[in-house]
């Protein structure tokens, strides 16, 4: 069977958040990405070359196409087109969550969805298995955002929520976030469980949820204080600060 | 004076190595990153608005174009087209480091724009001055990693070299590599010099380069061993295996 123009048409749609909510479904490729999200997510879709194809054992996926490669290049968002493209659904985010004893992520507008797959990738190294986004954050489904992932959207649940009301809800666990003004982080106890909170690229973290913050810690430069260095982007910053905690944690 | 057919052309074919080469330019877009690196490198070419302009004191540049916005949405290489644009001269790299007392970096063939700029960022954020790439790294001043960079550019020197040979000759200092089967880097010994190598994307560090490399390190992941998260982003481990060394030298 091969790709129809319906078909093509679905595909290319997902492109565009509104119809990835209408489907409940979402976009990955490439032969590793594609290969390694099969055994964990539900697939409708999986278009391949028939060399990729045959590369994978038992297949349980709703609809299998062989395509020949310029249709693939023709579907894809990549610059580069491989030889897999597939449909998965949506990940249903786990509803029952113990916070008192893991340390988790909270994101504050992050816009970029580099630094959001890159984030969600990183959360995975560190075993952090629930990312807490605000609703403008930029969408887990977003192409980008699957590729940055590698993979670990698999084994990280991202869930959208009114932040604010989210941090009141839990105020009986730390909340730490990295400020400008906050405290040396090396210096200062940190917990095994708890919420980091890490603001947009441009603007940091929202005043509303700056004020519910329990310790404000700072990433320092070197040498400490040189006043040139400005900042560092948010993914790196979220993989310093996990390191740390994760480091005092062995 | 407006901006003519001719400014329009060049700066458009700055997007291009081969020109960039040629006229030993490049250019950097956005209100705050053209600002910041005024003050410290050589402007030939300074395109703004009128408002933008306005902000701006004593101006050291060959030649300034107030334009009108759409001339800048017209011009630009960024997807938001920003007030300003600039086109400065390449900056001429130290001849004279002094290899025995700092902290370096090298680049194994890294060839995301991104990724590149981002690494320039934090090794500024970390006080490191001198990174080394290998001639088939990603371009220094590709527009991407340019603007990625935010700034920082002004203060680290980037510099290409076959990467086996420099390694070679700086054989008396320690060069640290971060490889799958390195030893846990928070229970090694590290030095407050030295060179970190950093690999390729998909590849990593090459053999030839990897034989060179003295003291292998890993960073551990959480819980330590989980097979299944697979890999880190290359500018995330660099941040966190700096962090480490700089962490160890306060």
Redesign the interface.
């Given at each position: 069977m091969s790709l129809s123009k319906n078909k093509l048409k679905y595909i290319r749609s997902l492109k565009d958040k509104k119809f990835r909510s209408e489907y409940n479904t979402f976009v990955a490729e490439g032969n590793k990405l594609v290969s390694d999200l099969l055994p964990y997510m539900k697939c409708q879709l999986l278009v391949g070359t028939e060399a990729f194809l045959s590369t994978l054992h038992t297949l349980d996926v709703e609809e299998v196409i062989e395509a020949e490669q310029h249709q693939l290049d023709q579907v894809s968002f990549l610059k580069n087109p491989q030889q897999a493209l597939a449909v998965f659904y949506q990940i249903e985010t786990d509803a029952e969550i113990d916070f008192s004893d893991q340390l988790l992520l909270a994101l504050d507008g992050i816009q970029d969805p580099?630094n959001l797959g890159?984030i969600i990738?990183?959360a995975?190294?560190?075993?952090i298995r629930h990312i807490f986004c605000s609703v403008d954050t930029a969408d887990v489904y977003n192409p980008k955002v699957v590729q940055?992932t590698?993979?670990?959207l698999a084994?990280v649940n991202v869930h959208y929520v009114d932040l604010a009301e989210f941090l009141e809800k839990h105020n009986n666990i730390p909340v730490y976030g990295t400020l400008l003004d906050g405290q040396n982080m090396?210096e200062q106890e940190i917990t095994r469980n708890g919420i980091i909170v890490m603001g947009n690229e441009g603007n940091g973290i929202r005043p509303e949820i700056e004020c519910l913050i329990t310790k404000k810690l700072y990433?320092?430069?070197?040498?400490?204080g040189?006043p040139?260095?400005?900042?560092?982007?948010v993914?790196?910053a979220t993989?310093?600060i996990c390191?740390?905690f994760?480091?005092r944690?062995?």
């Open positions: 580099g890159t990738r990183l995975d190294w560190y075993g940055a590698m993979g670990a084994r090396y990433i320092p430069n070197y040498p400490v040189d040139t260095s400005e900042s560092l982007n993914a790196i993989a310093i390191a740390e994760r480091r944690s062995f």
